[in-house]
C-alpha cells in the first residue's frame, strides 16, 4: 500500500453506495498571493452543545459537538470535552482543511502515505490511538480542544481540560450513590422537548437510561432494538423486547436489511476508517433518523462504570501498570484484547507484516499506555480515551443523521468526574453498575441481561461468511478488479486462511479486516470504494 508522488493526479471513480455518497460539512483554507481561497462552510455547527455553544467563550459546554468558524482572517476551532464528535483535519505550509470525514481530506496531488505505526496498532485492536488515523497527514481533532489558524502564523492547537485525573479516596456505598443521584441529573439536563424514540438493548447502559427517563415522566413512544450480524443470537433484542414490555412500553426490532459485506463497504468510509465496528447500527440510525427528533446513546457507560474488558483486566498482574511492564501489558492487549487475535499473521504478506509489526505496535501501544497511568483505573481511562472515543463514538455520531439530537448522559460533565476518580478496588469486582441500578430501580433488581449469551455457530454461521467472502469477490470482480491483486494477493490468502484446524473461525475473524484493508488501498491509491 503505497502513495502516488505528490503532485501527480490520481483519478477518481465513485463506486460507494448511494448512502455513503453524501458530502461531509468541510472547509478548505489555501494561502495564496492574492490572500485565501476558502472552500466549503465558513461556519459550522456539529453535534449538539446541551444550551449552545459560544466559539469565543473558552468554557467548553456539555454534549457532544465539534465547530467552526472562518471569519476572513482567522479560523476557530472547536471540540467537545471528550473528542466524541469525528472532526479531523490536515495542515500543510499555508494550508489547512478540515472535515467530518477522512476522505474528504484526500486531494489529487496530497500526500496519502499511511501511517504504519498506526495501522500496526488498528490491524490488532480494530482501533486507532489518540488522535491517530490511517494516513500521517490526516490526524483528528483532540479532546476539548481549540484550535486557531491564520495565514501568518499557522496552526495552534490547545487542548483544554478533559476532567480530574488520579482517584477520590470514598467508600463503595458513597460511590454508588453518587453514581444514582448524578446520573438522574445527568438525565435532567437532557429531557426530550417532544416525543422521541430510544435505542434499547439487553445491557447495562441504555437500560439506565429508560429506566431514568421513565422515572423522570418521559418514556419513549418506542423502544428500537437492531440486529446484530451473525454469530449474535439476538439474545440482545430478545432481553430488550422483555423489558419494554415490563414497562408497558412499545418495542420493535430492526432486521438488516443489506448484507454484512454491503453494510461494511458503506460503514468503513462513513466511519472515516477509524473502526471494524458500527456497520450493523445503520438501519437502526436510519429509523431514528426518519422518526425520532431526539434519542439517546449509552456511550461511555461501559468502560467508566462496568468496563467490558473487565474479565481480561482482572486477571492482569497489578504490577503490570509500572512503567517496566508497560511492553508486557502492551502485547498482553494485542494478542487479547484485539478483533484478529493471531490471525492477523495469516492475511499480511512480507512487506506489510514489517510495515504493520507487533514491535511496531508494541511502541505504539506503551506510549499510550504511559499517558493512563496516573489514571483511578488506569486500563478502564485506556479503553475509555482510545476504545469509546475513537471507535464506538462513529456509530452514533458519525453514521446518525444530523438531524437527530443523540444525548450521551453518561458524558455528563459532573457524572464523568465522579465516575473517572472512583477508586480502582470498587470497579475491578465487575458489579459497579450493578448495584447503582438495583439501588436505583429495586423493583427491576434481577432482571436479566443479554452479555452473557454465547453466539451460534453451525451451518448457519458458515453461510453467513460464505455469503460475506462471496460477495467480497463478486465485489472485486465487477467493480475493483484491482482488488484481486492488491495487498501483496490479500484475497489470496484470505482464502488460505480457510484451510487446515480453526480455518472457519481465521476467516471468520479476518474478512472485514480484509474488507477494510482493501478499501484503504483504494483511498490512498485515489480510488474511492
Known amino acids: 500500500m503505497s502513495a502516488p508522488a505528490a503532485g501527480t493526479a490520481r483519478p477518481r471513480r465513485d463506486t460507494r453506495p448511494p448512502a455513503a455518497r453524501s458530502a461531509a460539512p468541510s472547509l478548505r483554507l489555501v494561502r495564496t498571493p492574492d490572500g485565501v481561497r476558502a472552500a466549503g462552510a465558513h461556519e459550522a455547527r456539529l453535534g449538539h452543545a446541551v444550551g449552545g455553544h459560544d466559539l469565543d467563550d473558552p468554557a467548553v459546554p456539555e454534549g457532544v459537538f465539534a465547530s467552526w468558524r472562518w471569519d476572513g482572517g482567522r479560523l476557530l476551532v472547536r471540540t467537545d470535552r471528550y473528542g466524541m464528535f469525528p472532526l479531523f483535519y490536515r495542515a500543510g505550509a499555508g494550508s489547512i482543511a478540515l472535515s467530518t470525514r477522512v476522505e474528504e481530506l484526500l486531494t489529487p496531488g496530497e500526500d496519502a502515505e499511511p501511517d504504519h505505526d498506526a495501522l500496526a496498532v488498528f490491524v490488532r485492536l480494530g482501533f486507532f490511538l489518540a488522535e491517530d488515523t490511517c494516513f500521517t497527514g490526516i490526524r483528528a481533532l483532540p479532546p476539548a480542544a481549540t484550535l486557531t489558524w491564520t495565514p501568518a502564523a499557522g496552526v495552534r492547537i490547545d487542548a483544554g481540560e478533559r476532567g480530574p485525573r488520579g482517584t477520590v479516596d470514598t467508600d463503595r456505598e458513597r460511590a454508588v450513590d453518587g453514581f444514582v443521584e448524578l446520573f438522574r441529573a445527568a438525565v435532567a439536563r437532557r429531557l426530550p422537548p417532544a416525543p422521541y424514540l430510544l435505542p434499547l438493548s439487553g445491557g447495562r447502559d441504555s437500560r439506565h437510561i429508560l429506566l431514568e427517563l421513565c422515572r423522570q415522566g418521559v418514556p419513549p413512544k418506542l423502544c428500537v432494538s437492531g440486529a446484530k450480524f451473525p454469530p449474535d443470537p439476538g439474545a440482545d433484542a430478545e432481553v430488550a423486547a422483555a423489558l419494554a414490555r415490563r414497562l408497558g412500553l412499545a418495542h420493535r426490532t430492526l432486521t438488516p436489511r443489506r448484507s454484512q459485506f454491503r453494510a461494511e463497504l458503506t460503514a468503513n468510509t462513513a466511519q472515516s476508517m477509524t473502526t471494524l465496528d458500527g456497520a450493523w447500527t445503520l438501519p437502526l440510525l ?100 482510545n476504545r469509546t472515543r475513537r471507535s464506538i463514538a462513529m456509530a452514533p455520531y458519525a453514521l446518525a443523521p444530523a438531524s437527530t439530537v443523540v444525548h450521551a448522559p453518561y458524558l455528563d460533565h459532573a457524572l464523568f468526574d465522579h465516575l473517572s476518580t472512583v477508586p480502582h478496588r470498587h470497579l475491578i469486582d465487575g458489579d459497579f453498575h450493578d448495584r447503582a441500578l438495583a439501588r436505583a430501580y429495586p423493583e427491576h433488581d434481577g432482571f436479566p441481561f443479554a452479555a452473557a449469551v454465547p453466539g451460534r455457530h453451525g451451518a448457519a454461521l458458515a453461510r453467513h461468511r460464505l455469503a460475506y467472502l462471496g460477495r467480497l469477490y463478486g465485489h472485486a470482480l465487477a467493480a475493483e478488479p484491482r482488488w484481486l491483486r ?21 476467516v471468520s475473524r479476518l474478512l472485514p479486516l480484509t474488507l477494510y484493508l482493501l478499501q484503504l488501498e483504494s483511498l490512498a491509491t485515489g480510488r474511492t470504494t
Open 286 to 385: 436510519a429509523y431514528l433518523g426518519r422518526h425520532s427528533p431526539v434519542t439517546y446513546d449509552g456511550i461511555g457507560g461501559g468502560e467508566l462504570a462496568q468496563n467490558p474488558s473487565i474479565g481480561l483486566i482482572r486477571d492482569l498482574p497489578r504490577e503490570l501498570s509500572a512503567p517496566a511492564a508497560l511492553p508486557e501489558l502492551a502485547d498482553t492487549l494485542l494478542r487479547a484484547a484485539g478483533r484478529t487475535g493471531p490471525h492477523i499473521d495469516w492475511l499480511l504478506g512480507p512487506r506489510h507484516a514489517a510495515l504493520w509489526s507487533q514491535e511496531r505496535a508494541r511502541a505504539r501501544l506503551v506510549a499510550e499506555l504511559a499517558r493512563h497511568r496516573d489514571a483511578a483505573f488506569p486500563l478502564g481511562s485506556f479503553f475509555f480515551w
Open 486 to 506: 492488491a495487498g501483496e494477493g490479500m484475497l489470496g490468502r484470505l482464502l488460505a486462511a480457510g484451510r487446515g484446524p480453526g480455518g472457519p473461525v481465521r
